[in-house]
């Protein structure tokens, strides 16, 4: 593969800046003002690009750009869920001197105080990636829950009318 030129090397920068929906014959029609010179380097362009492997090269271009995208973004949601986490646990420190001070004065009972405590803790495990409940589904002695589920479609007798599936002469039996 011959060195890319500076003139080609600009172009192909600027092909790249085009963004995902690029062609060479756009890449020409923006920098020709006529129509001769657009197809001239349309034709500059092709060769170019094949020369260069612009094609090869535009893909790597636009992951790259995909991956620079996806790390800023995964950081800027990392700062919001710190920021989060600081908030949650500040009002959490914040619910308890304040159930606190009910408690010392006697006068513990400020639904509003016991809330806060709840969602600050809530928020500030949500921010932390922890999850604010825990359920767990367990059979005897702590096995994994068995299921079984069969559901069998069957004609519709005469006498089973009011039984039957949606204007299909059949009905539906559900074993769980």
């Known amino acids: 593969m011959p060195k890319e030129t500076p003139r080609a090397a600009a172009a192909f ?12 014959a756009k890449l020409a029609a923006r920098n020709g003002d006529t129509p001769s010179k657009i197809r001239s380097l ?9 020369e260069h492997g612009w094609q090869e090269r535009v ?9 620079e995208r996806r790390l800023k973004l995964e950081a800027e949601i990392e700062a919001m869920n710190a920021r989060h986490a600081g908030i949650g646990q500040k009002a959490a420190e914040q619910a308890i001197q304040q159930i606190e001070r009910l408690m ?14 709840k969602i600050s803790t809530d928020l500030e495990r949500l921010a932390r990636g922890a999850p604010t409940e825990r359920q767990e589904l367990t059979g005897k002695d702590g096995e994994p829950v068995a299921s079984f589920r069969a559901v069998f479609v069957l004609p519709a007798l005469d006498n089973e009318e009011e039984e039957q599936g949606p204007g299909n002469g059949s009905r539906t039996i559900a074993i769980e």
């Not at 920068?13 to 060479?24: E, F, H, N, Q």
């Not at 349309?42 to 094949?50: D, L, V």
């Open 13 to 24: 920068a600027d092909y790249c800046a085009l963004g995902p929906g690029r062609s060479l």
């Open 104 to 117: 010392a004065a006697q006068e513990f009972g400020s639904y509003a105080a016991v809330q806060l405590l």
């Open 59 to 67: 893909k790597l271009y636009d992951r790259e750009r995909a991956e």
């Open 42 to 50: 349309k034709r500059q362009y092709e060769a170019w690009s094949s």
